[in-house]
C-alpha cells in the first residue's frame, strides 16, 4: 500500500506565493512518475504536472512559467517526495490540488485547499 501525505496549501493573494509538498510512503518501490492535480468548484480534476524518477518534467499549459514541479527520490527514511512550488497564483487557481503517485496504477493523496484571492 502506498500513502500520500499533502500539505502547504492555504490562502494567499494574488500575485503571492505557495510551496506545496506531497511526501509518498509505503510500499514505494517501483514507483515511476509522480504529479499534481487540481480541482476546482465545478470543474474537471486537470492535470498541471509530472515529473518522472529521473526528473523529466512536464506542464500544463496554464501554469507553465509559474509553478515548479520537483522531486526528492533519495528514499531517506523509506520515503519519497514530489513539491510544487507556485508563483504569480491568480484567483483562478484556487482549487483543491491533489498529488499522484503511479505504481501499477495511480494512488492519491487526499487533497489540499488553495485560495487564491484578488
Known amino acids: 500500500q502506498v500513502h500520500l501525505m499533502e500539505s502547504g496549501g492555504g490562502l494567499v493573494q494574488a500575485g503571492g506565493s505557495l510551496r506545496l509538498d506531497c511526501v509518498a510512503s509505503?510500499?514505494?518501490?517501483?514507483?515511476?512518475?509522480m504529479g499534481w492535480y487540481r480541482q476546482a468548484p465545478g470543474k474537471e480534476r486537470e492535470l498541471l504536472a509530472t515529473?518522472?524518477?529521473?526528473?523529466?518534467?512536464?506542464?500544463?499549459?496554464t501554469v507553465q512559467g509559474r509553478f515548479t514541479i520537483s522531486r526528492d527520490n533519495s528514499r531517506d527514511n523509506a520515503k519519497d517526495a514530489i513539491y510544487l512550488q507556485m508563483n504569480s497564483l491568480r484567483p483562478e487557481d484556487t482549487a483543491v490540488y491533489y498529488c499522484?503517485?503511479?505504481?501499477?496504477?495511480?494512488?492519491w493523496g487526499q487533497g489540499t485547499q488553495v485560495t487564491v484571492s484578488s
Open positions: 515529473i518522472t524518477a529521473t526528473g523529466a518534467t512536464t506542464y500544463r499549459d
Open positions: 509505503g510500499s514505494i518501490d517501483g514507483m515511476t512518475h
Open positions: 499522484y503517485a503511479w505504481i501499477t496504477q495511480k494512488y
